[in-house]
């Protein structure tokens, strides 16, 4: 429990937060119900039109294809993470951190950097691709799964999968019903690291996507800069509502047990 | 799983060896146990005796020799699909199930419908007292509910051996007991075979219908409690399964005659056909000394140790030894006093000197 004078600790952060993020969240939602000036700027009147833009069919698509991407991008890390952490969590410590760091460095080179190599290492009929945008995406992000999966892995007891085993589970049997639900908040974890950012990434999806792939984060940068605050900033609301609605409906739903039901006293060492 | 109606033992080892790099865990074990029996592998910590657990249980793989499971050839087979189960010393209880969730997973992968396997978890939990838990989460048991659970779940589907691993070790005294005579009441109850593991010689004598002493990967020797007791084969299992006073003497062959000399005392002894004369360590336990008006070797009482049911007192020796008596009734003699040891030739344990002793 926090006591009331510890309490006063949190005190930089949560102005930090309020000035900083909670303040020009609150301007970018009251901008949304304003009218477009002339200079595509905010006119200081309630209107209803971005709003209406925002929910005509072709903003609908577009919210939906970036809620497509990044799912998609959070599934494939998820698919190219487990293993890798499972045979992570078996090395030694020296080694395992070792790879870590092999794994993380390329986060060391600027993103531009990166994304322009991508943009030479691709196939040129790949680029302007959703799928293209997916891949270096993926790239990107792999990191911010495996290293929460990581943790989980070597938090969970080993014995538990060899009780499995022993138990009568198949190697696939063992990994359904122990591995996963034992490694769950880990994988929760990455997803949330990876699924928020994807949905509001523009850089790759504008340089990858060649202005071809439309995604929520493109459609915003694209509108601040055609001076059409107003819709630009009911589709940021918009696509913030998209991407916290499931977390918060999981953390919801889950509150209760997911990390203690993984980190409970028996798998702790 | 079925129990099978055949004779085969329920465990059947031929030849088991192991290594790991240039280290040998296990040096070519044979061993067998018959549907029904309690095997108890006792060794100090290295020994092996996990490592053999694991073999049975196919978690490890032995690098020659075959696992026979009643009857069938299993050395090839992985560990999900032979008929044993292990409780393992922490007990390794699934976090994210309950306590009927964890019963319930022999079940529930071997694909048993779902009343079939309410049935037989009821069953389990109520042969370990568990019943009224059945919905609580696993993390907020005690160490004894938490082992009576691990217990049951290897129990639920009626394995061939349940192989144990040290399941006392993590629990204290009381609960011990308590455990103890909860896996021995089921074993009897349902005629479980079980493959037990402990360090603990008490334990060992208490549990085993018959013992495997292990040291250094190899089967030192095996047999009842009975015998390993009263005729170990070696000062190592002599000083595994309990005290042993250490002495040494000559010994001398003539003919069928067999002698070892205290000073001016000859006594004759049993000992193995295979020793050959020369020096020779004399093993008896604190209980077969006596402290006597006359007798073999003389002592001064060094020492006493009032323990309840025993006094166990320590004497040295003239030449230096120091002895332990566990006599009953506990001699009178008062700390320097000084007193003689007698003892009855048939409880002397001879060996050829230089064997090792138990650790």
């Known amino acids: ?108 080179t600027s993103l531009l950097l990166r994304t322009y190599g991508w943009m030479n290492v691709l196939p040129l009929s790949w680029r302007g691709t959703l799928p293209a945008v997916g891949l270096v995406l993926t790239f990107n992000y792999l990191p911010f799964m495996l290293l929460p999966l990581l943790k989980a892995y070597e938090r969970a007891d080993r014995t538990l999968v060899l009780a499995a085993l022993d138990l009568g589970a198949t190697p696939w049997q063992a990994f359904w019903r122990v591995t996963f639900p034992v490694t769950l908040w880990g994988a929760a974890s990455g997803a949330a690291l990876v699924f928020i950012p994807v949905s509001g990434e523009y850089l790759i999806p504008h340089f990858i996507g060649d202005g071809k792939v439309n995604v929520a984060g493109t459609l915003v940068l694209e509108w601040f800069q055609h001076r059409h605050w107003p819709y630009a900033a009911a589709c940021a609301v918009w696509l913030a509502a998209v991407v916290l609605a499931p977390i918060f409906a999981a953390l919801w739903w889950n509150a209760r047990d997911l990390a203690p039901a993984a980190a409970g006293p028996l798998s702790r060492r | 799983m079925k129990p099978d109606e055949s004779t085969a033992p329920a465990v059947e080892l031929r030849g088991v060896r192991k290594g790991f790099g240039a280290r040998t865990i296990l040096a070519g074990i044979d061993l067998s146990i018959a549907r029904g029996e309690v095997l108890v592998l ?61 019963v ?106 018959r013992i495997g002493v292990l040291n250094r990967g190899r089967l030192e020797q095996l047999g009842t409690p009975q015998d390993l007791y009263h005729d170990p084969r070696t000062p190592f299992v002599a000083s595994l399964l309990g005290k042993m006073n250490w002495l040494s003497a000559e010994l001398t062959i003539d003919g069928n005659r067999r002698e070892v000399a205290f000073g001016e005392h000859r006594l004759s002894v049993e000992c193995r056909e295979s020793q050959a004369a020369g020096p020779a360590r004399i093993g008896i336990r604190p209980e077969d000394l006596r402290i006597a008006p006359a007798g073999r070797l003389r002592g001064r009482v060094a020492g006493r140790t009032f323990a309840g049911d025993t006094t166990t007192i320590r004497v040295a020796t003239d030449d230096g030894a120091c002895l332990l008596v566990d006599q009953r009734p506990a001699s009178a003699a008062s700390v320097g006093e000084a007193v003689w040891l007698d003892w009855a030739a048939a409880d002397m344990h001879v060996f050829p000197a230089g064997q090792e002793d138990a650790p």
């Open chain 1, 1 to 108: 429990m926090i006591s009331a004078s510890s309490r006063w600790l949190a005190l930089p952060a949560v102005l930090y937060l309020s000035v900083l993020f909670l303040g020009p969240t609150g301007v970018v939602l009251a901008y949304s119900f304003c009218e477009r000036d002339i200079y595509g700027g905010v006119e200081p009147r309630f209107s209803w039109e971005a709003w209406r833009m925002a929910t005509d069919r072709i903003t609908l698509s577009i919210l939906g294809r970036t809620v497509l991407l990044a799912a998609g991008v959070t599934a494939a890390n998820l698919l190219l993470a487990y293993p890798s952490a499972a045979a992570l969590a078996r090395l030694p410590r020296r080694q395992r951190s070792l790879w870590v760091l092999a794994i993380s460095f390329p986060m060391i």
């Open chain 2, 42 to 102: 006792v060794g100090p910590s290295g020994s092996g005796k996990s490592t053999l657990l694991k073999i049975v249980s196919g978690i490890e793989t032995p690098d020659a020799g075959e696992v026979w499971l009643s009857g069938r050839s299993c050395t090839q087979i992985p560990a999900y699909r032979r008929p044993v189960h292990t409780v393992f010393q922490n007990y390794a209880l699934f976090p994210h199930l309950d306590v009927a969730g964890n």
């Open chain 2, 104 to 209: 319930a997973f022999p079940l529930a992968v071997a694909g048993i419908s779902r009343a079939r396997r309410e049935e037989l978890v009821a069953e389990a939990l109520a042969w370990v007292q568990m019943r009224q838990h059945a919905r609580r989460r696993v993390d907020l048991l005690s160490g004894g509910e938490r082992q009576r659970v691990a217990l049951a779940r290897a129990l639920v589907d009626r394995p061939e051996c349940v192989l144990l691993d040290e399941p006392l070790s993590a629990l204290d005294p009381q609960l011990r007991s308590a455990t103890f005579d909860l896996l021995v009441d089921l074993q009897t109850r349902l005629g479980l075979t079980y493959l037990y593991v402990t360090h603990d010689r008490d334990e060992a004598l208490r549990m085993g219908h």
